[in-house]
């Protein structure tokens, strides 16, 4: 079956400019995460959509950040006004309900602001 | 301050050695759960414990979960190339989101 899906693969954009990042998850997951990783890092969660519940946004850097899910289907991470700090590979994962159950990955936005 | 410490941060050692990397914490998760995360890729579950003491075995790895559910360690057998990557465990509480060390950079060289 299809996995998590990430559109685009890689985006180079300058600094200053709006890029939107598209997730597709696993059908039938309920749980969405999105999460940063800066080279040679580990991971930094942003944000967390579950089913209809308020998404916990307890990780979005700054105001800059935004994210939207539809239903329990795309998802979109919308960052304005980019900074060169904002690069780095932003990463979507989806699950069954809930942090326990194990999370699958897409492979990624690699976002380089120039 | 960094919830779950990784360490060490980085190791390089040749074909058929073994290594210890180690997750460590002073909270107390239900849960923990390790991923690997290959170069360009996301990163894949390889497996969760769940039970304090808890040991779980694939292949050539050994998983431990500590007694106090705090801390774990990752033990591979006799390393090959393909366990090059980046091992990342990240540890469960309730319904609050998985929260992730920075990852141990494993290189085994051929």
């Known amino acids: 079956g299809a996995g998590v899906s990430q559109s685009p693969s890689n985006k180079v954009t300058e600094k200053g400019k709006d890029v939107e990042l598209r997730c597709d998850p696993i059908s039938g997951h309920t749980a969405l995460y999105w999460y940063r990783q800066r080279l040679g890092q580990g991971l930094e969660f942003l944000i967390y959509f579950q089913g209809n519940s308020a998404p916990d946004k307890s990780g979005l850097p700054s105001d800059r950040f935004s994210a939207e899910r539809t239903g329990e289907s795309v998802s979109t991470l919308t960052i304005q006004r980019t900074q060169q700090e904002d690069s780095a590979v932003y990463l979507c994962?989806?699950?069954?309900?809930?942090?326990?159950?194990?999370?699958?990955f897409g492979p990624g936005t690699r976002l380089t602001v120039t | 301050t960094q919830l779950l410490e990784q360490s060490p941060q980085f190791l390089s050692i040749q074909e058929g050695e073994n290594l210890t990397v180690y997750c460590n914490s002073s909270s107390v998760f239900s849960s923990l759960q390790w991923y690997r995360q290959e170069p360009g890729e996301g990163p894949v579950l390889l497996v969760t414990?769940?039970?304090?003491?808890e040991v779980k075995k694939l292949k050539r790895l050994t998983f431990q979960f500590g007694d106090a559910r705090k801390d774990s360690s990752l033990h591979i057998t006799a390393a090959q190339p393909g366990d090059t990557g980046l091992y990342l465990c990240a540890g469960v509480r309730g319904n609050t989101p998985l929260v992730f060390g920075k990852g141990t950079r494993l290189s085994v060289i051929a």
């Open positions: 414990v769940v039970t304090g003491g």
């Open positions: 994962a989806s699950s069954l309900a809930g942090s326990r159950y194990e999370q699958y």
